[in-house]
């Protein structure tokens, strides 16, 4: 059984930093390109940034570039996201995603405010 658990989101100031986790079970994660989406209140679900599988290739939306860095630990089945300089625009619940095959995690909330 296919599971994706996220953890590290929470309640951040403007310009802060956050580091999210996605836990990987019940695949051979290191076989599968790995993603993580957003939605924001009121939005559509958009893709925030994709990693090939050994972590070679990366692809970011415009509106996080150098800011936002994923990751992923193969031997710990865990992917990452690495938050810095947070805005109130980055405000959403976070969801891990295998990029091609349609497998979603649960979903953590990030919200940036003073």
């Known amino acids: 059984q296919v599971r994706l658990v996220e953890s590290g989101g929470g309640l951040v100031q403007p310009g802060g930093s956050l580091r999210l986790s996605c836990a990987a079970s019940g695949f051979t994660f290191s076989s599968y390109y790995m993603s993580w989406y957003r939605q924001a209140p009121g939005k559509e679900r958009e893709l925030v940034a994709f990693?090939?599988?050994?972590?070679?290739?990366?692809n970011y939306v415009d509106s996080v570039k150098d800011r936002f860095t994923i990751s992923r630990d193969n031997a710990k089945n865990t992917l990452y996201l690495q938050m810095n300089s947070l805005k109130p625009e980055d405000t959403a619940v976070y969801y891990c995603?295998?990029?091609?095959?349609?497998?979603w995690g649960q979903g953590t909330q990030v919200t940036v405010s003073s």
């Open positions: 995603k295998t990029y091609y095959a349609d497998y």
């Open positions: 990693i090939s599988t050994a972590g070679g290739h990366t």
